[in-house]
């Protein structure tokens, strides 16, 4: 019975010394290519304007209209701290502080295509202009012999201000590593809150496409959420560099444009302390 007291010392003190071989700081260093998806904003309507008002006759149309919404992203680059405590022989819990920067630029413009058109007799009700052949209701748009749009497929595009936005997020990733057997390469998941601590928005107008103008407006978001995953190369017990993707799972907002920032990157990573 003696010796299973020792055989329990000797198995803590194994683990002891296999997760102080293991744990260590790390300092990451990483460059970005960000990527922003753009989005279209879409929706249908209808309208009329007068004709013949002794005849009652309308140009009735149906359009699209929305919003089209670029970005355009720029190179950015993160840095810091991470820690690594071993919890399986080829697994590890990681924890970080990382200081990382964003630039963008989001444009957009407003479009309305005609979609169709026709001279119908409409008449006037309280809930707009009734089409007795359709049972369908039209919004009043114009006056007497002003038509808003001509052509079969006419149709107008307006470019809105445009924005550049730059981001100072703290980053605190938490993960897991599973280390493949026999192999210098690892992967990691994690999941990533980002507190913007700095955020500054220029914009322009639709015609000067060279002087940019500090804006008091900010973004509307505090809190960014990421997921990532990263595919790394181990060449020794402190180096290591690496190919890391996140996706942003909520979006960045300004005004009335809302983006997700994506980002692909390559990281390098150096061991500061490694206990053994």
């Not at 920067?101 to 119908?120: G, I, V």
């Not at 049972?135 to 924005?163: E, Q, S, V, W």
Request: hydrophobic share 40%; charged share 15%.
């Amino acid at each position: 019975m003696g010796k299973y007291p020792f055989l329990l010392i000797l198995l803590i003190s194994s683990i002891n010394v296999y997760s102080q071989r293991k744990a260590n700081w790390e300092f990451r260093f990483e460059f970005n290519t960000q990527m922003i998806p753009g989005k279209i904003q879409k929706e249908q309507n209808s309208g009329a304007y007068l004709l013949d008002s002794a005849a009652s006759i309308y140009k009735v149309f149906n359009t699209n209209s929305g919003k089209k919404i670029y970005a355009t992203a720029k190179p950015g680059a993160r840095a810091g701290i991470k820690y690594n405590y071993p919890v399986g022989k080829h697994l590890d819990i990681n924890v970080g502080l990382l200081l990382s920067n964003h630039n963008f630029e989001l444009r957009s413009e407003s479009f309305s295509f005609l979609t169709d058109s026709a001279e119908l007799f409409l008449q006037p009700t309280a809930n707009g202009l009734y089409d007795p052949s359709s049972g369908k209701y039209y919004k009043f748009m114009r006056g007497p012999g002003t038509p808003i749009l001509t052509g079969p497929f006419a149709g107008i595009t307006i470019p809105n201000p445009a924005y550049r936005v730059n981001l100072t997020n703290i980053d605190f990733p938490v993960g897991a590593t599973f280390f493949i057997p026999k192999t210098r390469l690892s992967i990691t998941a994690e999941i990533i809150p980002s507190f913007i601590v700095r955020s500054v928005v220029k914009g322009r107008n639709t015609t000067d496409e060279i002087t940019w103008v500090d804006l008091s407006g900010k973004i509307n978001s505090s809190l960014i959420w990421h997921g990532g995953a990263a595919f790394a190369y181990t060449f020794n017990t402190k180096l290591s560099v690496g190919l890391n993707y996140s996706y942003q799972l909520n979006r960045v907002e300004l005004n009335d444009m809302r983006t997700k920032i994506h980002s692909a990157a390559v990281f390098l990573q150096y061991g500061l302390k490694w206990n053994k």
